[in-house]
């Protein structure tokens, strides 16, 4: 059964840290291409981030260009997203999602009908 589980969230100041972590079990993690997603309430689930199985290639959403990293330990089954210089919109329950393939599997548009199994989430609240 495939299993992610996000972890991470929190709540911070204007320009604060957070790392979030995508932890997965229950399939072959280095062959799965994943995705982090975020919604605010009362709108439809964005695509955030995403990074290829053996992350070589990442994109982002343009609003979080430069602000946000994604990194990936296939050792761990995990991959991170280190969110910096954090804004009041990037407020929102914060969800990771696999989907198999190689490079084409992590497209500049991450369009959330094409990934699987996704997680509880996890809340983001970005507050003075």
């Known amino acids: 059964q495939f299993q992610l589980i996000e972890s991470g969230g929190g709540l911070v100041q204007p320009g604060g840290s957070l790392r979030l972590n995508c932890t997965a079990s229950?399939?072959?993690?280095?062959?799965?291409?994943i995705a982090w997603f975020r919604q605010v309430s009362g709108k439809e689930r964005e695509g955030v981030a995403c990074?290829?199985?053996?992350?070589?290639?990442?994109h982002y959403v343009d609003s979080v260009k430069g602000r946000f990293t994604l990194a990936r330990d296939n050792a761990k089954d995990t991959v991170y997203l280190q969110m910096s210089s954090l804004k009041p919109e990037d407020t929102g329950v914060y969800y990771c999602?696999?989907?198999?393939?190689?490079?084409?599997?992590?497209?500049?548009?991450?369009?959330?009908?094409?990934?699987?199994?996704w997680g509880q989430g996890t809340q983001v609240t970005v507050s003075s």
């Open positions: 990074i290829t199985h053996n992350g070589l290639s990442m």
């Open positions: 229950g399939f072959t993690f280095r062959l799965n291409a």
């Open positions: 999602a696999e989907r198999l393939g190689g490079p084409l599997a992590c497209p500049p548009v991450i369009d959330r009908s094409e990934w699987h199994s």
